[in-house]
């Protein structure tokens, strides 16, 4: 039974940094085979692709993320990590791991939450 539980939210200034953190357990084999995926989820809105990591470490990002955000994972440590740096109040939401198969992270984040199959509680960010 695969499990992904995040970790790292909480609440920052306008201007701060956080970074999350996705343990994946119940992977026996073929983490590193994964497309591995941050998603985000806002009240009233829909969830929304963030950033993606492929099986060969390309990474894709939505636009409006892009040169704030990092997206990294350790194979070893089978853990995904986003780094959110100049966060915005209109980047606070629920944050969600997810992972799945994909042919590249750019179709993965276009794909969108179809591409995934495995999902965290997710991790709340409050940028104020």
């Known amino acids: 039974h695969v499990q992904l539980v995040e970790s790292g939210g909480g609440s920052v200034q306008a201007g701060g940094s956080l970074k999350l953190s996705c343990v994946a357990s119940?992977?026996?084999?073929?983490?590193?085979?994964?497309?591995m995926g941050w998603f985000r989820q806002a009240p009233g809105k829909e969830r929304e692709g963030v950033a993606v990591i492929d099986q060969n470490g390309a990474t894709s990002y939505a636009a409006y993320v892009t040169r704030r955000f990092t997206i990294s994972r350790d194979n070893a440590k089978t853990t995904l990590y986003l780094q959110m740096n100049s966060l915005k109040p209109e980047d606070s939401a629920a944050y969600y791991c997810?992972?799945?198969?994909?042919?590249?992270?750019?179709?993965?984040?276009?794909?969108?939450?179809?591409?995934?199959?495995?999902w965290g509680q997710g991790t709340q960010v409050t940028v104020s």
């Open positions: 119940g992977y026996i084999y073929g983490y590193s085979r994964r497309c």
């Open positions: 997810a992972a799945g198969y994909c042919r590249t992270a750019i179709w993965a984040l276009g794909e969108g939450r179809s591409a995934f199959g495995s």
